[in-house]
């Protein structure tokens, strides 16, 4: 597709079960990052992939959290024994090296 | 540490007036400002933008102004429109590439 894609777009999960959250970028982009957006906050960024530097983790916000960018494109958000203080929307976004963010539509994240 | 603020969580307007949405920032490293829109259910949309060797950027109904003294930079829309309402986010960057956002302010243009 022509946009950035998240999958899934909703996911209810119980508490301290382990989740995946997944983004497509935009083909030949090579920044990605990972926001979440809890209810009534704002962007809240945890993690920057930009080419094949090291990420810029400092957003993430307990060692539950990891997330790995395969081959450049595909990336992968994984939060394990969710709480339910980890329930947000994830929003992916992908640029061009110092360009504007596409934003996919998120993934709605319900921990129960 | 909030670098970047939306002090203002919600503004109401009339259609056809001017809306003036403001942020602050406290990273005198930022050097590189953008404006998002969201809608409900959809993903934040890029706006307008500016760098910091600029004071002013247009676009349409949309202006963006940065002063850096201030460490403040505000978007203006004139004239509003209904299909305006929706939630802003400001962003920054310094030459790291990494954007942060503000908490947004929720615009509401009355018909």
Redesign the interface.
């Known amino acids: 597709g022509a946009g950035v894609s998240q999958s899934p777009s909703n996911k209810v999960t119980e508490k301290g079960k382990d989740v995946e959250l997944r983004c497509d970028p935009i083909s030949g982009h090579t920044a990605l990052y990972w926001y979440r957006q809890s209810l009534g906050q704002g962007l809240e960024f945890l993690i920057y992939f930009q080419g094949n530097s090291a990420p810029d983790k400092s957003g993430l916000p307990s060692d539950r959290f990891s997330a790995e960018r395969t081959g450049g494109s595909v990336s992968t958000l994984t939060i394990q024994r969710t709480q339910q203080e980890d329930s947000a929307v994830y929003l992916c976004a992908s640029s061009w090296d110092g360009g504007e963010l596409f934003f996919g539509e998120g993934s709605r994240l319900t921990v129960l | 540490d909030q670098q970047v603020k939306?002090n203002s969580p919600s503004l109401s307007v009339q259609e056809g007036r001017i809306s003036i949405l403001n942020c602050d920032y406290t990273n005198s490293m930022f050097d590189?400002f953008?404006w998002?829109k969201k809608y409900p259910?959809?993903?934040?949309?890029?706006l307008i933008?500016i760098s910091s060797i600029k004071d002013k950027n247009e676009d349409g109904r949309f202006t963006v102004f940065l002063n850096k003294s201030a460490k403040h930079l505000s978007l203006h829309i004139v004239p509003s429109q209904p299909g305006d309402s929706a939630v802003y986010?400001c962003?920054a960057s310094a030459n790291?590439?990494?954007?942060?956002?503000?908490?947004?302010t929720t615009l509401q243009v009355k018909p």
Do not use: R, V
Not at chain 2, 96 to 104: A, D, E, H
């Open positions: 939306q590189y953008l998002y259910a959809e993903g934040p949309t890029f933008s986010f962003a790291t590439g990494k954007l942060i956002f503000g908490q947004g």
